[in-house]
């Protein structure tokens, strides 16, 4: 069992390295994330080929989970700094955010 452990121990740090080799922020919170989207999709393709269903919608409820891990990394990590460099500017994705007039 000892060895399982460190498997996973240098699995995590191997995924650690990897997602902060990425190049810019946006490959960083995309690898971030990827894992949500590899087990949702694995489930999703076991789920359509058992011919259950619940294929579509666990597909449906990863790509969700996918976005919403995503738009937290970035609102925690790069908001503050997005809103001091564009003042005035509604962030990117905003609900509320007016289109050009």
């Known amino acids: 069992m000892k060895h399982f452990g460190e498997l996973i121990f240098f699995l995590f740090i191997a995924f650690l390295i990897w997602v902060f080799i990425g190049g810019t922020p946006d490959q960083r919170?995309?690898?971030?994330?990827?894992?949500i989207s590899w087990v949702g999709?694995?489930?999703?393709?076991v789920a359509i080929a058992a011919d259950t269903d619940y294929g579509k919608s666990i597909k449906n409820g990863t790509a969700n989970l996918d976005y919403r891990c995503q738009l937290t990394i970035w609102d925690y990590f790069y908001a503050a700094k997005w809103e001091k460099e564009h003042p005035g500017v509604p962030l990117p994705?905003?609900?509320?955010?007016?289109?050009?007039?």
């Open 41 to 45: 999709n694995f489930v999703g393709s």
């Open 29 to 35: 919170i995309h690898r971030v994330c990827s894992p």
């Open 93 to 101: 994705g905003a609900q509320n955010a007016q289109k050009g007039s």
